[in-house]
């Protein structure tokens, strides 16, 4: 158990050391998500979550985003979830803050979600419609993420459970490009107790619209914590967005 406490720590220390050295030409940037979620079972069908971002420019420091959403959730079965989410996004330019919000954003998304448990390999399909109201204009978008998790110490996540975070989620959209990003993280976490797990990853974020190609890596440190629910139900650890 301590090995992986350490392990995770020194992870931390590694990257943030390193990164640290790259914000002076800002080539990585930081993502701080706060999530707090009630999940869905066949115990108890209903369940939510509420989460909070923030994201910089460089690593912890040029702010230039937050948002903020939660979402309501319905367990269908065993292995489908349901969910009907809102949340509101705002960005800002990090070298003039005082000009206020370049672009804010109120967003509503209806999402399916598709488990899959293979002994250790923990998969999770994600499908999510939205509808974005931009300050440009109305929107929308589809997207799909592939996840996959692997408990390291434990046949499963469960307490003092140290294991391996995946996923890949495309963006596309009814306007061209209809291909609008890709949303690539690798990581790890450790789930410390039933209801406090936290992860520690990089996100390499590229854009293909017009006005903001390119690609983008973030550090990304996330801190989840799960409202008690009493069953033994095997859930998957993968950040809710």
Known sequence: MYHYRSLLLLLFCTVSCKFGLAQTDHQWGSWSILTVQLPSTTAHKWGGYAEAQLRTDAVFSRFQYYEYKAGVSYSISKNFTGLLGAGRYITYD?????????????RLWEQLVINQYLDRLKFEHRYRAEQRWLSSGYRNRFRYRLSMAIPLNKPKVEPNTAYISLYDEVFLNNRAPHFERNRLMAGMGYQFTKNIGAQLGWVNQYNYTTASSGSKNNLVVTLIYTLDRDDNQERMPATVD
């Open 94 to 106: 990090a070298d003039n803050l005082g000009a206020g919000p370049l672009t804010k954003e109120t």
